[in-house]
């Protein structure tokens, strides 16, 4: 099975940006991978925010963006704000099976 | 407004089974792939499987940890899918959810101990 990686945790100021990836041990993540990202805060279920790289769920406010970058698949925080603090997870998709990243801690500080 | 809720969770001995439901509403359920996934406690998201819609053939796809163990299946007359858990490991405690066109349901938890 494919293992999916994620930076374990990533520090942004207030109105900073940040880029949070996604790798594959498979090789370089691609839109074949149907590359997700979700966000989780402590005691809720996870909401999806990005679907098939760079496509915003409703609801996904306009500071986030995905999209594939020195592949990998990435999610890009512009103007970050203090409830933007959360695990954020990627999945991707390897004909047919899905693989969830090991998560990685946004802290706004 | 889509609604995913699951239920069916609880205690189970190790070796036991559980089967766990999840009620659909707010959008075309025969048309949907559905999805479980689930989060053991104080860990990430692990995908668990998938079920394809009807005209897709209502093909499974499992994950390997559950892969023989656990069964998918859907019913599209009560707008329902099915997890089916059998030879329940104490790893396989966790949250379930339902996911479906990018829509998470609360969750349900299941617990094996003994």
């Known amino acids: 099975q494919a293992v999916v990686t994620q930076e374990p945790s990533l520090t942004v100021s207030p109105g900073g940006t940040v880029t949070l990836t996604c790798g594959s041990s498979?090789?370089?993540?691609?839109?074949?991978?149907?590359p997700y990202w979700f966000q989780q805060k402590p005691g809720q279920a996870p909401r999806t925010l990005i679907y098939d790289t760079s496509n915003k769920h409703s609801g996904t406010p306009a500071r986030f963006s995905g999209s594939l970058l020195g592949g990998k698949a990435a999610l890009t925080l512009s103007g970050a704000q203090p409830e933007d603090e959360a695990e954020y997870y990627c999945?991707?998709?390897?004909?047919?099976?899905?693989?969830f990243g090991g998560g990685a801690k946004l802290t706004v500080l | 407004e889509v609604q995913l809720v699951e239920s069916g969770g609880g205690l189970v001995n190790p070796g036991g089974s559980l089967r766990l439901s999840c009620a659909a509403s707010g959008f075309t359920f025969s048309t949907a792939w559905m999805n479980w996934v689930r989060q053991a406690p104080g860990e990430g998201l692990e995908w668990v499987g998938r079920?394809?819609?009807?005209?897709?053939?209502?093909?499974?796809d499992y994950a390997a940890p559950v892969k023989g163990r656990f069964a998918i299946s859907r019913d599209d007359s009560k707008n329902t899918v099915y997890l089916q858990m059998n030879s329940l490991k104490t790893e396989d405690t966790a949250v379930y959810y339902c996911?479906?066109?990018?829509?998470w349901g609360q969750g349900t938890l299941v617990t094996v101990s003994s």
């Open positions: 498979t090789g370089a993540v691609t839109s074949n991978h149907y």
């Open positions: 999945l991707l998709s390897y004909n047919g099976a899905r693989v």
């Open positions: 079920i394809k819609t009807k005209t897709d053939g209502e093909t499974t």
């Open positions: 996911i479906t066109k990018n829509f």
